[in-house]
């Protein structure tokens, strides 16, 4: 009875994918948690925040490899960085528990993660889906009258062949779902990293994964008109 009682309680419990919690790896300890102070200091000391950027190292590169852009794009619209390089959702969903947007009513809020969901640990697509729906879920909550930008997970690997894009492919299945037309808002712009085969070239992600500097423009580019709709209604 004892292991028939161990084996439903397994069973029962909820992925990694949607539990929160901090980023333990090693080559974070030094930084992702003073970053993550830095940021609710940064976010306090901002007259206004009406734009947000959430996700993984790939947002978190706008301050640094899409730098310029950023202050190009995204400055002038009062715009808060909070990605952080090796997230996975349960990373994001404490975040958000423990004040990333407390207090601030942005209009717009762009959200992108999951990758490392994949890569890390290889999450079930259906997994790193509920991941993103409950940090939706937590938004909804914190930020009930911001709109939700939600990008298609970005492609990587070098075919669409590669194991890892796959799972991505798959995560994109299940979340583009969850575009409600009036709140969230879901957008796929992954046919402008790859061509016409779905091949990604190291001329666009050197490593397969994560953009060059060059492509911090073209996401840029490609977002602008849906950023600048759901900012003006």
Do not use: C
Request: no cysteine; hydrophobic share 40%.
């Amino acid at each position: 009875m004892t292991l028939l009682l161990a084996g439903s309680v397994a069973a029962t419990e909820p992925p990694l994918s949607v539990q929160a919690k901090v980023q333990t790896a090693q080559w974070s300890k030094n930084w992702w948690m003073p970053r993550h102070n830095e940021k609710l200091a940064l976010k306090q000391k901002m007259k206004s925040v009406d734009l947000v950027f959430l996700g993984d190292s790939i947002t978190h590169a706008f301050d640094n490899t899409g730098k310029q852009v950023w202050q190009q794009y995204y400055q002038p619209r009062n715009a808060l960085n909070i990605g952080f390089s090796g997230d996975r959702t349960e990373n994001v969903l404490w975040r958000l528990e423990n004040g990333a947007v407390d207090n601030i009513d942005p209009k717009l809020l762009v959200l992108m993660i999951g990758t490392n969901n994949t890569g890390h640990r290889q999450d079930k697509p259906e997994d790193t889906a509920l991941g993103i729906k409950a940090i939706l879920a937590s938004l909804e909550n914190k930020l009930p009258k911001t709109k939700i930008l939600l990008l298609a997970i970005f492609p990587r690997g070098a075919t669409t062949e590669d194991p890892l894009r796959k799972i991505n492919d798959d995560i994109n299945d299940i979340i583009k779902s969850y575009d409600d037309g009036d709140r969230v808002y879901y957008l796929d712009i992954n046919h402008i990293f790859v061509d016409e085969k779905g091949n990604l070239s190291t001329d666009v992600m050197s490593d397969l994964l994560h953009p060059n500097k060059s492509q911090y423009q073209v996401w840029a580019d490609a977002i602008e008109p849906s950023v600048a709709k759901l900012m003006a209604d």
